[in-house]
């Protein structure tokens, strides 16, 4: 079984530039998750979505950051304009269903550093 | 206060070894609990999930769950150097998963 691909690996961009992050989920997962994760901290949740609604997303600095799921499966996170304390890599995970019994699966992640 | 606390260690024992993670947490509802092991550079692999009262064995590990002390730790016996790694405790509340911030294991051959 395939598991969570993201793209890309590595970006590098200036400030005030804009990214964006593709993810596709593990076949046949319904929920989709964004997190960030700082150097030194564990992963944070920016947004949660449950095939093509979005779930949670109280923690996604909106003024910057949007993300989007068509058609409920593969994902983009896109941050603009970005700043310094937006370096960290962004993961993103999926699982069968949002359960409490359900565990989340993570794919490699992009490392992003803002310059 | 912090949702999930863990210490952030590093936590060194030698080869052979039993190896003891520690992770409270704050929201009494909390239905769920799981260990992922996070490599260097790599992204997070759900190792454990507990789900009731007790302890919970696969393998080399052991996960223990008392939610009257709100209170869930991790045990790996006969650590291997392969164990190197951070061990991250999260917790799920209202379908929302919440992380600590790890615990760095090494294991000293």
């Known amino acids: 079984e395939a598991g969570v691909a993201q793209s890309p690996r590595y970006k590098i961009i200036e400030k005030r530039q804009s990214v964006a992050f593709w993810c596709n989920p593990i076949?046949?997962?319904?929920?989709l998750y964004w997190y960030q994760q700082i150097l030194g901290q564990g992963p944070k949740l920016l947004i949660q979505?449950?095939?093509?609604?979005?779930?949670?997303d109280s923690q996604l600095p909106k003024d910057r950051f949007s993300a989007e799921r068509l058609k409920g499966v593969d994902s983009t996170l896109k941050i603009q304009p970005a700043k310094l304390e937006d370096s960290a890599v962004y993961l993103c995970?999926?699982?069968?269903?949002?359960?409490?019994?359900?565990?989340?699966?993570f794919g490699p992640g992009t490392r992003l550093t803002v310059t | 206060q912090k949702e999930v606390e863990q210490n952030s260690g590093p936590l060194s024992v030698p080869e052979g070894a039993i190896a003891s993670l520690n992770c409270t947490y704050s929201?009494?509802?909390?239905?769920?609990f799981f260990w992922y092991r996070q490599y260097s550079g790599k992204s997070p692999e759900l190792i454990m999930s507990?789900?009731?009262?007790g302890d919970k064995e696969d393998g080399r590990f052991t996960a223990q769950l008392n939610k009257a002390s709100q209170y869930v730790s991790l045990l790996i016996r006969d650590s291997q150097p392969s164990d190197s790694a951070t061990y991250l405790c999260?917790?799920?509340?209202?379908?929302?998963?919440?992380f600590g911030a790890g615990t760095t294991v090494t294991v000293r051959a």
């Open positions: 995970a999926s699982s069968l269903k949002p359960g409490p019994s359900s565990g989340q699966y």
């Open positions: 076949s046949g997962h319904a929920t």
């Open positions: 979505f449950q095939n093509n609604g979005v779930v949670d």
């Open positions: 929201d009494r509802g909390s239905q769920s």
């Open positions: 507990i789900y009731s009262n």
């Open positions: 999260a917790v799920k509340s209202d379908y929302k998963l919440s």
